[in-house]
């Protein structure tokens, strides 16, 4: 439409400055027939009209000049126009993606409480709930927390958990997180019992909890994360705790992975420690030394209850969340996830 209304003035101007041209005398003539006539031609008619003419002629040309410039003016500012709607629907589709994800987002966690809803239903079965692995047989294949529910038979209590149902086949019930790095991980014989933290977050699911999941043979699932967001992990296909009599000593064997030289190993057959019980085989106090409670030899190979440093901030301290088969003893890891399930366990 614009193009068409500016070729239009474009030939119209054209026709102008050639009637302008014939009108001041500069003899165009393409017929070369009529060129002899044209010279023979009586002069033009007076002088006063020829310039009257050059006159209203240059006058119209002014102006269409002028409507030229205008139009490609306004050709200028329709382009503008164009491009900033452009933008503006480039903005809101962006805009609509975030508003689908979001929703999409919504829509998985309504999915997972709805599912954690239909499993809380008390089991009466004679197969009893007592991990994530059994909640994983029964189909509930989400990862998240669940309720396991208490077990008169053998006096437990009802225990929250988190199930990871996804790494390396699920069924995992994790036994300690460290991501957040806000809870306090420098606690007491008691609590290192009882556990403590929140299931989301990071906790210790408490060392008769643990004592109680490793009766039957048990795999060992350790996730490492440095601060550069690469993962590593140690797998021990036999993981035991002694009761609290034996001072929850650590059995493990058959490491595999990839977290470097094996870093637990040092920890085997040792006696857990607090800040309040040392029970480690060193004349050092190592859980004073490295604020945790762990399986301390004399002391450490690993720190994985240490000191949640974050990056940048643990170079010079030996408390950190270490294992030294990867980082050495003065990197503090960003991630730190252990979780067990049964050996028999079937994906
Ligand atoms: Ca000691």
Not at 25 to 49: I, N
Request: proline share 3%; net charge positive; charged share 25%.
């Amino acid at each position: 439409m614009l193009k068409r209304a500016l070729l239009r003035a474009a030939t119209l101007a054209a026709t102008l400055l050639l009637l302008l041209l014939e009108g001041t005398g500069a003899q165009v003539v393409r017929d070369p027939r009529k060129r002899m006539a044209a010279a023979a031609a009586p002069k033009a008619p007076g002088k006063g009209q020829c310039c009257d003419e050059v006159r209203s002629l240059k006058v119209q040309v002014a102006n269409l000049t002028s409507l030229l410039e205008e139009m490609s003016r306004r050709q200028e500012n329709v382009v503008r126009q164009m491009m900033e709607l452009d933008h503006q629907t480039r903005q809101q589709e962006a805009r609509v993606t975030e508003a689908e994800a979001k929703y999409s987002e919504i829509n998985n966690r309504v999915g997972i409480m709805q599912l954690q809803a239909a499993q809380a239903v008390t089991q009466t079965s004679a197969d009893a709930i007592y991990d994530c692995a059994s909640l994983y047989s029964r189909n509930y294949k989400i990862s998240g927390e669940y309720k396991l529910p208490a077990d008169e038979f053998l006096g437990t209590p009802e225990l929250e958990v988190f199930c990871d149902m996804e790494s390396n086949g699920g069924g995992w019930t994790v036994i300690q997180r460290r991501k957040v790095g806000l809870t306090s991980f420098d606690r007491d014989w008691k609590q290192y019992k009882k556990g403590f933290g929140t299931i989301r977050g990071d906790f210790w699911l408490g060392n008769d909890n643990i004592f109680r999941l490793t009766r039957q043979p048990t795999v060992l699932r350790i996730e490492l994360e440095d601060w550069e967001g690469e993962i590593r992990y140690a797998e021990y296909q036999h993981f035991t705790l002694s009761n609290e009599l034996n001072s929850y000593k650590l059995f493990i064997a058959n490491y595999s992975g990839n977290a470097g030289q094996d870093s637990l190993r040092y920890h085997n057959n040792t006696n857990f420690s607090t800040k309040n019980k040392d029970n480690d085989k060193c004349v050092d106090d190592c859980a004073k030394l490295r604020k945790g409670g762990y399986w301390y030899n004399c002391c450490t190979d690993s720190n994985l209850n240490g000191v949640y440093y974050r990056y940048g901030e643990h170079t010079k301290n030996t408390d950190g969340i270490t294992w030294y088969g990867w980082h050495g003893p003065n990197y503090s890891l960003k991630r730190v996830e252990m979780k067990i399930r049964p050996q028999n366990f079937q994906p």
